[in-house]
Nanobody, 127 residues
């Protein structure tokens, strides 16, 4: 059974940085495409960033590009999201997601594309 566990969320001030982590167990982490999504009350889950199994190919949503960095450590079975210059608009529950990947060039950016999900970690940015 594949389990994803996020950590690293919290309450920060605008302009601060955070690094989220997602530990994966019970699956073939190095074969998964991994992603971060976020969700606020009453809204659909929103794509943030994704990284392919080899860690080289990455894609970002426009709000994240230039401020967030997704990375992974296949030796530690862990996904990361470094978030810089945070603003109140980044307040959300952040989820990591995984799916088997058979391509190193195709980016999965829809929530329905992902098979495995974590429980989420709250990020709150005060102005």
């Amino acid at each position: 059974q594949v389990q994803l566990t996020e950590s690293g969320g919290g309450l920060v001030q605008a302009g601060d940085s955070l690094r989220l982590s997602c530990a994966v167990s019970g699956g073939a982490f190095s074969m998964y495409a991994m992603a971060w999504f976020r969700q606020t009350p009453g809204k659909e889950r929103e794509f943030v960033a994704t990284v392919q199994w080899n860690g080289n190919a990455k894609s970002y949503a426009d709000p994240a590009r230039g401020r967030f960095t997704i990375s992974r450590d296949n030796d530690k079975n862990t996904l990361y999201l470094r978030m810089d210059r945070l603003g109140p608009q980044d307040t959300a529950v952040y989820y990591c997601a995984a799916r088997p990947s058979y391509s190193s060039t195709y980016f999965y950016t829809r929530a329905v594309d992902y098979e495995f999900w974590g429980q989420g970690t709250q990020v709150t940015v005060s102005s």
